[in-house]
């Protein structure tokens, strides 16, 4: 049995934090020193206070801005969320904690997301137009012949989404990796085993993008490849397999996504709860 340093609680000998009070089981006596003195004195340092609080408005802003995503109030949440993060990465990277350097590089490659989302949205309209064009004349709906400068226009426009949809998972990939970082020391560091799930919810979280895009980017190559059949129904119906499965892929995204912000910053909020009791 693992005895808590800090409450003194039986844990089996496989954990790594305790189940009664979240602290980690391995730690400095220093360490086990300082939490007893925020517990007893009901407080703890005013600049930490003030970064997590900032890191957790910018979690909560994020999870609601997730909820809504498909709506514009959801979008304007979430770009009021990362504005919030890049605040509070630098509050969190200023403090005296291991975590710093990490917050720091949060800070850095959400500003850098940010602007390529930017850029995505142009180059994602003219690539959804220049697409939507090449589909409806490549099934002639409009009674007119394929042209080879359709063709030449669709496949462009492929290869152009295709680069930046790279160039962009790449960017949150990174952006994410340093947050999983930033979240998984700062979780050692305070005995938060949420923020440290939060960290893990978030690996998770970029294999299953990593599989949407890829996903997406094969759904709008066979879409081209199909749609040049002339057997429609069939094209119709392979169309809405490819989509189908790829909606599952963004479901479990969607939800692994929701349980990390959830995660971390109800793990903030308990870490209030038990040192401050008043969050």
């Known amino acids: 049995m693992k005895i808590c340093p800090v409450c003194g609680f039986q844990n089996s000998d496989d954990s790594t934090f305790c189940s009664k ?10 360490s086990v020193e300082r939490i007893k003195s925020q517990q007893n004195n009901g407080n703890f340092d005013p600049t930490l206070k003030d970064g997590l609080y900032s890191l957790r408005g910018a979690l909560y802003m994020l999870f609601l801005g997730t909820i809504l995503t498909l709506i514009v109030v959801g979008l ?25 350097e990490s917050f720091k590089k949060v800070r850095k490659w959400v500003i850098i997301s940010l602007i390529t989302g930017i850029v995505g949205i142009f180059v994602g309209t003219i690539s959804v ?15 007119s012949a394929q042209s080879s400068s359709v063709v ?8 152009v989404l295709a680069i930046y949809s790279f ?4 960017v949150i990939i990174k952006t994410l990796l340093y947050l999983n970082d ?3 020391a700062l979780g050692n560091e305070l005995s938060l085993i949420d923020l440290v799930n939060a960290g893990k919810y978030l690996k998770y979280y970029i294999i299953a ?6 996903s997406s980017l094969a759904n709008l190559s066979v879409n081209a490849i199909l749609s040049t059949t002339p057997n429609v129904p069939n094209y119709l119906y392979q169309l809405s397999l490819v989509t189908g499965l790829l909606l599952v892929v963004d479901i479990v995204a969607f939800v692994i996504l929701l349980l990390a912000l959830y995660t971390g910053y109800s793990g903030i909020d308990s870490y209030f709860y038990r040192h401050t009791q008043n969050f």
């Open 167 to 170: 160039i962009n998972l790449a």
């Open 209 to 214: 993008i990593v599989i949407s895009t890829i």
């Open 76 to 100: 304007i949440l979430l770009l009021i969320g990362l504005v919030r993060l890049i605040n509070a990465s630098e509050k969190m990277g200023g403090l005296n904690i291991k975590a710093a």
């Open 129 to 143: 137009i220049y697409l939507l064009g090449y589909t409806l004349r490549s099934l002639n709906l409009f009674g």
């Open 21 to 30: 009070c979240g602290s980690l089981l391995d730690q400095s006596s220093a």
């Open 152 to 159: 030449l226009d669709g496949k462009v426009a492929i290869v």
């Open 182 to 184: 930033a979240f998984v």
